[in-house]
């Protein structure tokens, strides 16, 4: 099983839908949850830390569910911007990240 | 809002030579870390580096790599002897503390091997 599994998509939704990602993860120990957004041949960067009780940031949702070992950004009202790749990153150990191999999306006109 | 930034954003080297790539982390951060992304595939974690040693690395950080702080604010990663294979991103990363403190990435630097 991949240490951190996402669905690679694409996603290609019109402005203003909303879109759900999921992730899961193999280890249980894992300490701490991100979502990093990438645009083409950029670096990653970070769109939100997931907290247990889940968090949201303006019109993005974060949920954690540490029994299933699974995460989820929710896009509300989705920006042509938001085109671009999203990781799904875990904390594994104090220093190390781990990254799924994210899940592209295409917001069109 | 302050940036972790790296140099050269490309370098082009023969199969076999020395590489030194740079990076200035966020002044206030204590932790710095190497990835790297081959083309088309996901960000792999390389090495963590706190208080002036390394703290984790991975598989693929083997002999041929090493990384140092030569001063207060450059981070450097040296590849002695590259090969083919070693062509992807290379990015580093800072961050104020460890685990549930996010790390953020410098813009990267494109290594290409021949």
């Known amino acids: 099983r991949k240490e951190v599994e996402q669905d690679p998509g694409p996603f290609n939704v019109p402005e203003g839908a909303t879109v759900a990602f999921n992730c899961t993860y193999s280890?249980?120990?894992?300490?701490?949850f991100f979502w990093y957004r990438q645009d083409c041949r950029k670096e990653p960067k970070l769109l939100m830390s997931?907290?247990?009780s889940g968090n949201e940031d303006g019109r993005f949702t974060a949920q954690l569910n540490r029994a299933s070992q699974y995460i989820s950004l929710l896009i509300r009202d989705s920006k042509l911007s938001d085109s671009a790749t999203y990781l799904c990153?875990?904390?594994?150990?104090?220093?190390?990240?781990?990254f799924g191999s994210g899940t592209r999306l295409l917001v069109r006109p | 809002e302050p940036e972790v930034t790296q140099t050269p954003s490309h370098q082009v080297t023969q199969m076999g030579q020395e590489v030194i790539l740079r990076c200035v982390p966020i002044?206030?951060?204590?932790?710095f870390y190497w990835y790297r992304q081959i083309l088309g595939q996901k960000v792999e974690f390389l090495v963590s580096?706190?208080?002036?040693?390394?703290?984790?690395k991975s598989e693929i950080f083997d002999d041929q790599f090493s990384v140092e702080r030569p001063d207060g604010s450059n981070f450097t990663l040296k590849i002695r002897s590259t090969k083919l294979e070693d062509s992807a991103m290379y990015f580093c990363?800072?961050?104020?503390?460890?685990?549930?403190?996010?790390?953020?990435f410098g813009d990267g630097t494109r290594l290409s091997i021949l």
């Open positions: 990363a800072s961050s104020l503390g460890q685990g549930v403190q996010p790390q953020h």
């Open positions: 990153v875990v904390n594994y150990s104090s220093y190390k990240l781990i």
């Open positions: 280890n249980s120990a894992s300490q701490s």
């Open positions: 002044s206030n951060h204590l932790y």
């Open positions: 997931v907290y247990s």
């Open positions: 580096f706190y208080n002036n040693e390394i703290s984790e």
